[in-house]
Each structure stands twice: as structure tokens, then as C-alpha cells.
């Protein structure tokens, strides 16, 4: 079944960091629905950063800088290029096609990229990344991040260092009433979540109230792992975006209006 032109007025909480939810609420917004703000994660700065700044000024000593999300790029980059820059014999891989888009802004598009699977598997299944012995690894990322990048790199013989360049926290939880009202008025017709922090967060925020109605609502994901962590809170409608960029979540949502969504069982 293809998918639709319209959202035909679909109310669409959007939690990406206020930061970086702008572009998909104009899609939302021009496609027809209606773009409710509400982000349940803030982006600040790393509690410690003198041990990132410290890694960039030895770039030149790494094989390779994995950049984490858009975020890592976005962070890193100005810190990198008044220490001279990305070096021209580093490599540089981007979990993401978010972060690889953000390299590109960067002016950097000589980057390695997961062919389909844009998670952290997806880019340890790279050949690049399969024979690693001896190399020395960057990863660019925020604090209390994922382990697995850093952990299957050095059980292959890599030697991998950590640059943490931001910090998620969960942002004060906002008028919580009126958005319940809003949802039981039927005004929220989908949810959108990009991380398994921002999800966790989401339901904090709501309070058992608002996780009923969390629980009841089309929930867009955009990767297994966070599809799996809905599952468990127990989301019953869940559509899997083909990532975690604007253009994606935003077909998903279109998706809606074609498809019925199955309950998880």
C-alpha cells in the first residue's frame, strides 16, 4: 500500500531536543498535521570536557574517528578544527545518516557509512571495522553512551578512547495537565522518539497518566533496539522508521494513514 500525501490534521508529539526538532515539525506542519513541541531531552555540556580537547590536539595519532550522532558532530568539530583540524590520513566512519549529514556540513564528506542497518551493528559489520588489531580508535560521542562500539573494537585488538563532547539530560517535565487534556481530546494521533534515553525519559515525564496514553498512541521508532524498549514499556503500536532522519519519521507518519498498525504482541 503506498503512502499518503497528507497527515489530514494528525496531531504528532514531537520530543526530539529543541534543537534539532525544527525541520521535522515544518514537515509535519507542511504535510498537513499539526506539530506539538515537546522535547524530552536537552543537549548540554560534558562535565569534564578538558579530556576530549586533550584527544583532539593528538588526532594525528588515530586510524580512526567514529562520530556517534549529529550532536558528537556538531560539538566536536569546532573543538577539532582550532586544533588544527581532521587529519588527512584519519579515517572517519558516522553511525548515523544524521551524523554523516552533519559531517557534510562540516565540509567532511569522505565518511564511512552502514549500507542499510544505521546503528552502531550496522557500522561494526563494515569491513573497515573487522580487522582492527593494533589500530588506535576514536570515538566521538556523548557521556554514558552505548558500550558496544568501544567494547567489540577492543575485544578485535583495538586500542579505542572515548572523546565525550556533550551531555543528555531530561529537561523540567512543562505543562504535563494541558498536554493531557490535549490527548484525551484525541489531539495526539502519534509520538515521536529517536533514543531509548529519550523514550525513558518521556515516560517519566508523563506521569501513569500520560504512559496509558503513551501506551495507546502510534509510536514512531527509529531503530530496533528502541522498538524493543517501547515493547517493554508496553507501547502496543509501533512502526519502525527506515532511520532516524527527518525524511524518514516523516514517511512513517504518512505511513499512518495507509496502514493499520498491528498491536505488539
Known amino acids: 500500500m503506498g503512502v499518503a ?34 522535547p524530552a531531552l536537552i543537549i548540554v555540556e560534558p562535565r569534564d570536557p578538558a579530556p ?3 584527544l583532539f590536539e593528538r588526532l594525528a595519532d588515530y586510524d580512526l574517528a567514529i562520530f556517534t550522532s549529529a550532536n558528537a558532530v556538531d560539538r566536536a568539530l569546532p573543538a577539532i578544527r582550532k586544533r588544527g583540524g ?69 575485544a ?20 504535563i495537565e494541558t498536554l493531557l487534556v490535549r490527548w484525551k481530546r484525541g489531539e495526539i494521533g502519534a509520538v515521536t522518539v529517536t533514543s531509548g534515553e529519550n523514550l525513558r ?18 509510536l514512531i521508532v527509529v531503530s530496533p533496539r528502541i522498538r524493543q524498549i517501547a515493547a517493554e514499556y508496553g507501547c502496543r503500536h509501533l512502526l519502525l522508521a527506515r532511520d532516524a532522519g527527518d525524511d524518514a519519521i516523516a514517511a512513517a507518519l504518512l505511513d499512518l494513514t495507509t496502514t493499520a498498525l498491528s498491536p505488539v504482541r
Open 201 to 218: 525519559n518521556l515516560f517519566d515525564m508523563l506521569g501513569v497518566a500520560g504512559q496509558d496514553y503513551l501506551r495507546d498512541t502510534p
Open 52 to 54: 576530549a580537547l586533550a
Open 156 to 175: 578485535r585488538g583495538a586500542r579505542v578512547d572515548r572523546a565525550e563532547v556533550y551531555r543528555r539530560e531530561r529537561p523540567a517535565a512543562g505543562d
Open 86 to 154: 581532521i587529519p588527512d590520513r584519519l579515517d572517519i566512519a558516522a553511525v548515523g545518516r544524521a551524523s554523516g549529514r552533519a559531517l557534510a556540513r562540516h565540509g567532511i564528506d569522505r565518511c564511512l557509512q552502514p549500507g542499510d542497518d544505521f546503528s552502531s551493528e550496522g557500522l561494526l559489520a563494515l569491513p573497515r571495522l573487522r580487522d582492527v588489531t593494533g589500530q588506535r580508535i576514536v570515538i566521538v560521542r556523548g557521556e554514558d553512551g552505548r558500550e558496544l562500539l568501544a567494547e567489540t573494537l577492543s
Open 5 to 38: 500525501s497528507t497527515l489530514n490534521g494528525l496531531g504528532v508529539l514531537v520530543t526530539r531536543p529543541e534543537h534539532q526538532a525544527e525541520n521535522l515539525c515544518r514537515m509535519i506542519e507542511r504535510h498537513g498535521g499539526v506539530a506539538i513541541r515537546w
